[in-house]
């Protein structure tokens, strides 16, 4: 079984930068991991995700070239790095992990944890 939890969320002011965790329990290593958001009133989103080796990144259009994603797997943990913040990216990030490669569809995705929540003030 695998539980992930996330960390790193928080207010911050436009144009700032945070930096999300996932602490995955279990054997994640040769999962490949993802970031998703959902914003109130609207559907999870695809925002970032990466293959088990960290070699193979995707991002959805709207954060990229502002957000990075990476892993470390001897700490079974996975990074979000979000710069240039903008109050669109108000949301609540859930990391997942899917033994099916890197998705961008959640359906894909077996676990999930439990979210944490990011304000971003204009």
């Known amino acids: 079984q695998v539980q992930l939890v996330e960390s790193g969320g928080g207010l911050v002011q436009a144009g700032g930068s945070l930096r999300l965790s996932c602490a995955a329990s279990g054997r994640t290593s040769r999962y490949a991991m993802g970031w998703f958001r959902q914003a109130p009133g609207k559907e999870r989103e695809f925002v970032a995700t990466i293959n088990w080796s960290g070699g193979r990144t995707a991002y959805a259009d709207s954060v990229k070239g502002r957000s990075t994603i990476s892993r470390d797997n001897a700490k079974n943990t996975v990074y979000l790095q979000m710069n240039s913040l903008k109050p669109d990216d108000t949301a609540v990030y859930y990391c997942?992990?899917?033994?099916?490669?890197?998705?961008?569809?959640?359906?894909?995705?077996?676990?999930w944890g439990q979210g944490t929540q990011v304000i971003v003030s204009s």
């Open positions: 997942a992990a899917t033994d099916a490669g890197p998705q961008i569809v959640p359906g894909f995705y077996q676990y």
